[in-house]
């Protein structure tokens, strides 16, 4: 029986959200602080809206592809304080910051028709002539996401991948290839200069 696979990467931002010039590796205090606000001014949307701006769709309806930068990891957690109705201590936000230093990292939800069809799956980061391995890979097993009358059933699955940032220009454009063993790959191409 022939794996169907989509990828689902989830990433962070909102519609109405001025344009980036790139991803940033380092945040001044005024980055810090928009990331903050974004947080706090968008903390009952939910994680799609959200993470708009992070987002790639791979298809109409269906897959998609999320990158966690810095920005967004900050407004995340400014989110989840403000729905507590409180700010972030300063000691959050360097923790924060400090687990994400120089990494550029992606989230995939794979679906496929076993609890372990991500068990051999890679990734690697394409950029220039250059492919990037990653520093840190998770392929969770999957779980069964709906049923569906007289079809097979379908496991979902989170995968993650963390690429050094060093190594990559982030105002550039890059491909995250997703590797399935038993055979096929998906490539993903994504604008860095559009994201914060």
């Known amino acids: ?24 590796p380092d945040l001044d205090q005024n980055q810090m602080q928009e990331a903050v606000q974004y947080g706090k001014k968008f903390k009952n949307y939910d994680n799609d809206a959200f993470l708009k701006e992070w987002t790639v769709a791979l298809q109409r309806d269906s897959d998609k592809v999320g990158v966690y930068t810095k920005f967004n990891l900050l407004a995340m957690a400014a989110r989840d304080a403000a729905k507590e109705s409180r700010d972030l201590r300063p000691e959050e936000i360097e923790a924060v910051l400090g687990e994400a230093e120089n990494k550029l990292a992606f989230k995939l939800v794979l679906y496929g028709n076993s609890p372990e069809f991500t068990k051999r799956f890679h990734a690697v980061l394409q950029y220039n002539d250059a492919y990037i391995q990653p520093i840190h ?33 982030p105002n550039a454009e890059v491909a995250l290839i997703i ?10 191409f ?6 914060r």
Not at 1 to 24: D, E
Not at 149 to 167: Q, T
Request: glycine share 6%; charged share 20%.
């Open 1 to 24: 029986m022939a794996m169907r696979t989509c990828i689902l990467v989830t990433l962070f931002l909102l519609p109405s959200v001025k344009p980036a010039l790139a991803v940033w």
């Open 137 to 169: 890979k998770l392929n969770a097993p999957g779980e069964p996401f709906g049923w569906w009358p007289m079809a097979p059933s379908i496991f979902r699955a989170f995968c993650s991948y963390e690429f050094p940032l060093n190594e990559i220009d």
């Open 179 to 188: 590797i399935n063993p038993e055979g096929g790959e998906r490539e993903l």
């Open 190 to 195: 994504l604008d860095l200069s559009k994201m």
